[in-house]
Structure formats: C-alpha cells, structure tokens
C-alpha cells in the first residue's frame, strides 16, 4: 500500500494548523495512513504522525504483525506480563514519551470522532491543546485511487457471488443462518483460489418476516424460513481492506397489495438514484431525488434512512447521501445506493448497490436481479 502521499497531505494539513504532532487511534484511519490495521483494539494502538516520522505503539501480543504488515518508521511495544513490565506497561506510554518531545502548549492533532476522552484528557492533563482532525482524514478519504478502486471492484465480484449462492438456497424451512452460510462457503473458496494470502472481512445479514426486516441492522438468527416471507438478504465483502456492498430484498410466495406497492417503490427509488448520480451533482440532490419518488408513492414517512453512504475501508464512511449534505460528488468516490422502506406490521425493503463515480457518470460493480419476478422464490 502506498501511504506517502497520504502522509504528505495530512503533514501539509498539520503545517497549515501548526500542528506538531497527529495522534491517531481510528483502525480504519491507522490501516489508510500505515497499512496496519489489528483484529481487535481491546489494547489501545495509537498512530503517531510526526513532521519527518510516522510512529506505532502496539501491545506485546501485536508487535510481530505490528513489523510485518505496518509502513512505519519505529515500532513501539508496551507490555502486560512482569518479565516485560520495565519497558512500560500503560498503553499510554510510549505517547507520552513522544510527547515530551514538544513544548507544553504546542497542538497535537487527534482523530476526536474515535479517540476514547481518556486519551484526550491524558493529552490536555499534559497541557497540550488539542485539535480535532477527524474531518480533515475523512476528507481525504472521500476519493479512492486507482489502486484502492481495483481492490473494491474485485470486492464487488465476490459479493456478487455471495449473494448469488446464498439465494440459490432460499426457501421454507432453511434458517437465515444457514442461508448466509452457503454464500460465505463460496466467497471462502473463491477468495482462496483467486488471491493467495489475501485477508478477507465481511459482514453478511438476512432478516426475515415482516417483524425482522423493519429492523435495517439485525444478526441473522436461527428463524426458518416460511411461506410468505420478505427477506433482506445484505452483504458486504472486504478484500485486502477494502470493501463493497450488495443486499437484495427477496420474498417466498405472494405478497399483499401493500407490501408489493413498497417493494416497486423501493425499486424505482434506487434506479432513479442511481441514474441520477454522478460528478457535479450533491449528495443532497441525490437523496431528493430519490426521497420525492418514495414521498409520491405515498411511503416518506417510512423511507427513515439516507439513501446512500460512503464504502470503502469502513463499512459506513463518508461522505453520506443524506439530505443535509451539499457536498459536490467527484470522480472516485464510491457509495451505495439504498433507499429503504421500513413500515411496521408490513415489513422492510431495501436493495443496495455499490458505484463507482466516474468521470462520465457511475459504474455499477454490483450485479444481482432486482425486479420481483426475479426476487420470488
């Protein structure tokens, strides 16, 4: 992964605000500006982002993946057993070494949106001021690069595949779980095939029946399957560290009248976004445009969500496709495109599809059927 840019960018930010040193904690924003990026952060790590050298502080248990994988210039370790304990044990501490470095008063850049208000105080308590710089990363994150783009696409096709094979299972008396399993079985294989040593993350749901699928964020669970069912079947693969997504509202047997009026219109709210978007338009226009069609069909009261957001590292980033955000869209940015309906006592529809802006328009890397002829098993 090639951070230098990213790191001259986030230094000329830094010199713009007379920040001396960045501390960042955010395991999305650690793995875009060094490569490394943990399974679990129960031990803190923090990233220290100096004028001429970008730091890491790790726990013991991490210091080996720490030196494999990280693009940083020094490695510090703290430790939690006695044999170590004379390095230092706070996970505090190797910050506060760097820190002592720079004069009290001088101002330390800190990702606040993430950053525990322990660290915070720890870094004022020292009397230096903290700025926030959660936006400035953010922003820099907006637009991918060619090689970020190829490693979504690729995500692209195996969510498709995903989707594709879990879907060839779903039928009355299968449990969501074991539908999920079938996709993952297939994205496992073909990961194993296609990318040798590649890492692979993903996220994988299938709500059903109508009390379930107005719940948008749900585990799958061990309910069966039953005729008449609407399912949200929704995916997200993340190859190398980078992901994308693609979710599809399916239903067993015949829908009511009312059901199916908001499965059209979920439908057509996401063609008409997706039609819509491109660079030059605002994420704002977008969300209306598909917001009015919802409202016409009579379902905006029940139309809750932003009807699109940010993918790349993390599985929700910015920049959101909501209805408070002016933002100018721009080549390379990548979104979902998911208008929801959510209406108790009739259930949830949502499909979602991952884009690429483009210079000329938008390229689709999702591709799974979406009229209900094709969506009623």
């Given at each position: 992964m090639k951070v230098d840019k990213r790191l001259d960018e986030l230094r000329n930010y830094m010199d713009s605000k007379k920040i001396d040193l960045s501390i960042i904690t955010n395991p999305d924003n650690q793995f875009y500006l060094s490569g490394f990026k943990a399974l679990t952060y129960s031990r803190p790590i923090t990233l220290m982002l100096e004028k001429q050298e970008i730091k890491l502080s790790v726990p013991a248990l991490e210091e080996i993946h720490a030196k494999e994988e990280s693009n940083v210039d020094e490695i510090f370790v703290y430790y939690e057993h006695p044999e170590g304990a004379h390095k230092g044990t706070h996970p505090y501490?190797?910050?506060?070494?760097?820190?002592s470095k720079y004069k009290p008063g001088s101002k330390v850049g800190v990702d606040k949106a993430h950053t525990a208000s322990q660290l915070v105080d720890y870094i004022e308590n020292l009397n230096f001021e903290v700025i926030d710089i959660s936006k400035k990363i953010a922003e820099m994150r907006y637009i991918k690069d060619k090689a970020e783009l190829q490693?979504?696409?690729k995500a692209g096709e195996l969510v498709n595949l995903g989707v594709s094979e879990s879907l060839k299972v779903c039928k009355e008396g299968i449990t969501e779980m074991e539908m999920d399993a079938k996709g993952n079985t297939a994205i496992f294989k073909e990961t194993a095939k296609r990318y040798p040593k590649a890492t692979l993350d993903f996220m994988v749901m299938s709500p059903s029946?109508?009390?379930r699928t107005v719940m948008p964020h749900v585990f799958s669970n061990t309910r069966k399957l039953k005729k008449g069912d609407i399912i949200i079947h929704s995916r997200q693969v993340a190859l190398n560290g980078y992901r994308a997504e693609l979710e599809r509202t399916v239903v067993l047997g015949e829908l009511t009248d009312n059901q199916k009026?908001?499965?059209d219109a979920a439908i057509e709210a996401q063609q008409v976004a997706i039609d819509f978007i491109k660079p030059g338009t605002t994420a704002a226009e977008v969300d209306e445009v598909a917001r009015r069609l919802l409202k016409q069909k009579g379902f905006g009261d029940y139309a809750i969500n932003r009807m699109g957001h940010g993918i790349g590292i993390s599985l929700h980033e910015e920049p959101s496709l909501r209805f408070d955000n002016d933002l100018m869209l721009q080549e390379g940015m990548v979104f979902t495109i998911e208008?929801?309906?959510?209406?108790?006592?009739?259930?949830?529809?949502?499909?979602?599809?991952t884009v690429i802006l483009t210079k000329d328009g938008r390229k689709l890397i999702t591709e799974y059927p979406r009229e209900m002829e094709q969506l009623n098993f």
């Open positions: 501490h190797h910050v506060g070494k760097t820190l490693l979504i696409e029946g109508v009390e009026k908001a499965f208008p929801g309906i959510y209406i108790p006592g009739v259930g949830g529809f949502r499909h979602s599809d």
